[in-house]
Each structure stands twice: as C-alpha cells, then as structure tokens.
C-alpha cells in the first residue's frame, strides 16, 4: 500500500518540529537528511521538503554548503520578539473581545486555564507549556484574522526558549495564571480595550522574566 507524499511530509515536518520545541534538538545544532532517514525510515525527499519548509518558518536556518542548523538566538533577539509578540497577541486579543462568538471563546479559554492550573500544581513545566501555547492560539483563532495567525505562529516558533526560560522564574507561574484569567474574562466580557491591555502586560511581563532570569540590566518593570 502506498502511503500519500503528503503524509510522509507532515509525519517529517511534524517529528522536527516537535524536537525544536521540546529542546531535543538544541539551539545550534546541525540537522542532517540523512541521519533522519535512518531514525524516521523515510526517503530523503519529504526530510528535504520538511526543513525547507521549516527554514521559511524561522524554525531552522540555511547555512550555504553546510545544511540547515537550529537557531541560537541572543538574549537581545528573545527581548525583541516579546516586543513584535505584545503587539500581535494584543491586536488577536481585542479582536476576539470584539468577535460575536467571544463568550464561546472564553469559555475554551477557562478549560484551558483549569489545565494550566493543574501543571503548575504538578510542577509539569513541560505540559504548562504546550497549554499555555494552546491558550495564546486559540485567541489568535479567535481574532477572525487569516493573516495574523502565521505571523504569530511564526514568532512563537522563535520564542519558545525564551518561554520555557522565563517560566521558571521564581514566582512567574502564579502570576502568569492570573494574568490568564484577566485575559478571559475580558474577553468573555465582550471588552476589547481591557482584552488588549490585559494581554500586553501579560507578554510584556513575560519578557521581564525572561530578563530577570538571565540576569540582564534593565529588568525593572515597566508601567
């Protein structure tokens, strides 16, 4: 039985991408097709398509005569990142305030903060994390906009280290759960204005930990 070109790319795409989030493949490493042939028992095609694919997404980057490598992104790049992010999850958030559905909306967004609730109890970093990516999602889903959603997409590929950095922050997991909860009852209040404010803070202060934790100057809040 032949199995579809498309399924052996997304089974590909899916593999390395997942091991770029969860840190199996580390900032600076080398990723190679034919090694992945060997550990996935793919051909080399759908393993080339999948890391150009991943190289257009910011997930990898094409070094010439060299291949493709897992990015090391500076302290001051994760810093700007939570600046562009502030800016797209603040524009998702007031649309989905604004969205006719935005009370179905944040009752999605309740379930999920009753998740995050019980990783942060089991000190699960690991799972806090992929529900507090599913969280952000689903207000981006929420805003209506085609095109925001790649380009949040596409930041958060880059900024995950600094998430996973950042949430362990003596102290953060607690305050970033109430930030969550401002977050959807604004929405669930049908308040854009309050959605947009409540969710750049969140962010923002997100990249503050991120500060804090790496010890960097200039980690004084902001008001």
């Known amino acids: 039985?032949?199995?579809?070109?498309?399924?052996?790319?997304?089974?590909?795409?899916d593999h390395l991408r997942a091991a770029i989030l969860d840190g199996s493949l580390t900032p600076g490493s080398r990723v190679t097709v034919r090694p992945l042939t060997e550990q996935l028992g793919l051909s080399p095609t759908p393993i080339k398509t999948a890391l150009a694919a991943l190289e257009r997404e910011g997930f990898l980057i094409a070094v010439p005569h060299r291949g493709y490598?897992?990015?090391?992104?500076?302290?001051?790049?994760?810093?700007?990142?939570y600046e562009l992010r502030e800016a797209v999850d603040g524009i998702a958030a007031r649309r989905a305030a604004g969205a006719p559905d935005h009370d179905q909306i944040a009752t999605q967004l309740r379930r999920l903060l009753a998740e995050q609730r019980r990783a942060v109890e089991a000190n699960n970093l690991h799972?806090?994390?992929?529900?507090?990516l599913?969280?952000?999602?689903?207000?981006?889903?929420?805003?209506?906009?085609?095109?925001?959603?790649?380009?949040?997409?596409?930041?958060?590929?880059?900024?995950r280290l600094g998430n996973r950095l950042s949430a362990q922050?003596?102290?953060?997991?607690?305050?970033?759960?109430?930030?969550?909860?401002?977050?959807?009852?604004?929405?669930?209040?049908g308040d854009p204005r309050a959605a947009e404010q409540h969710i750049r803070r969140h962010v923002r202060e997100a990249?503050?930990?991120?500060?804090?934790?790496?010890?960097?100057?200039?980690a004084a809040e902001q008001p």
């Not at 799972?127 to 507090?132: A, F, N, Q, T």
């Not at 922050?169 to 209040?189: N, W």
């Open 207 to 218: 990249g503050q930990a991120l500060r804090r934790y790496l010890g960097v100057e200039g």
């Open 69 to 81: 490598f897992v990015p090391e992104g500076s302290t001051d790049d994760l810093l700007e990142l």
């Open 134 to 159: 599913a969280f952000h999602r689903l207000i981006w889903e929420g805003s209506g906009s085609r095109r925001l959603i790649p380009v949040a997409e596409n930041l958060v590929a880059q900024v």
């Open 1 to 13: 039985m032949t199995v579809p070109r498309h399924t052996l790319l997304n089974a590909a795409y």
């Open 127 to 132: 799972d806090y994390g992929e529900l507090d």
């Open 169 to 189: 922050a003596p102290g953060r997991l607690p305050v970033a759960l109430d930030e969550h909860q401002a977050i959807l009852e604004a929405i669930r209040e």
